[in-house]
């Protein structure tokens, strides 16, 4: 819970604040921008909600919040922010929210498919979240983009009986228990709309996972920055090889896709697969500025 005593002193007076263990994660921006700003990476309040809608934002950014650093003054009916998750993006792609601590706030994804839904990457287990994804299914399968977020698998693993699939790069002694194991660097199909590409660079092992010839799901190889206009890399979190990561960037160029939906960072739906193509030149002719 966050701690008043703590509060970031940029916020604005009154009910919400973000306390000093915020870790900029941006949840809570993309949740409720009306409400939350930023401050030298750090989540401020820069306006407190003065409508319904404002207010169940707000208290959305709340629970998603992985670090519990959103407080109020008030106490306040939690019931409805959290049956809103998961939320609904596009099509049968939601964002899961409950982001978690231990992977530093990853955004996770549920696919919902007749064929039976998909995890990206795990949010932080809640009671409330477990009865939600069952109320929509369950989950059959979980898709690790990489060994950094995998949070509370376990726990969902335990709730669903899913089968988790990651690349065997990635793999450790935490992870030897993963049912599917993908392995090389070519693209592996694990349903008729669900692929799996090998995009080493982050980690040795990052997947992405590519849906419908439309969703791009990237974990920490690819995301939007807003304020430049661009997708780009994360130079300074490349914890393999940033060489490879660039021939990983070269390899989505053969894929279709409209829709970049990171881990971390801004999601991103282009006017049509040739303008995201065009996007993703663009991010690969940036990187190679930076490849020593």
């Not at 949740?31 to 750090?42: K, L, N, R, V, Y």
Request: a negative charge.
């Amino acid at each position: 819970m966050a701690d008043l005593r703590h509060r970031v002193q940029e916020n604005v007076d009154g009910d919400f604040f973000v306390d000093s263990s915020c870790i900029d994660c941006d949840h809570c921006r993309q949740i409720a921008p009306e409400t939350f700003g930023d401050h030298d990476s750090q989540a401020i309040v820069h306006s407190q909600p003065t409508t319904p809608q404002s207010l169940h934002r707000a208290l959305m950014a709340l629970v998603a919040c992985p670090t519990g650093s959103i407080g109020t003054r008030k106490k306040h009916n939690l019931k409805a922010a959290t049956a809103d998750f998961p939320q609904r993006l596009a099509d049968a792609v939601y964002y899961c929210g409950f982001a978690s601590r231990r992977s530093y706030g990853a955004v996770s994804y549920l696919i919902v498919r007749p064929e039976g839904n998909v995890l990206v990457d795990s949010p932080r287990f809640s009671a409330q979240l477990a009865k939600r994804l069952e109320e929509m299914g369950g989950v059959q399968w979980m898709f690790f983009t990489h060994q950094d977020d995998v949070a509370d698998h376990e726990q969902f693993h335990t709730r669903f009986g899913c089968q988790r699939v990651m690349h065997s790069a990635d793999t450790n002694h935490r992870l030897h228990a993963i049912e599917r194991k993908v392995d090389g660097n070519e693209a592996v199909a694990l349903d008729n709309d669900l692929t799996a590409i090998p995009v080493p660079g982050h980690t040795r092992g990052h997947m992405c996972l590519l849906y419908r010839d439309t969703f791009l799901f990237t974990g920490d190889h690819l995301a939007w920055d807003e304020d430049a206009g661009a997708l780009y890399a994360f130079r300074n979190y490349c914890w393999y090889s940033w060489p490879e990561q660039i021939r990983s960037m070269e390899k989505l160029l053969g894929f279709d896709f409209v829709w970049v939906l990171p881990g971390h960072g801004r999601r991103y739906q282009a006017a049509s697969r040739e303008a995201m193509r065009d996007k993703l030149l663009t991010c690969i002719e940036s990187m190679k500025k930076f490849a020593h």
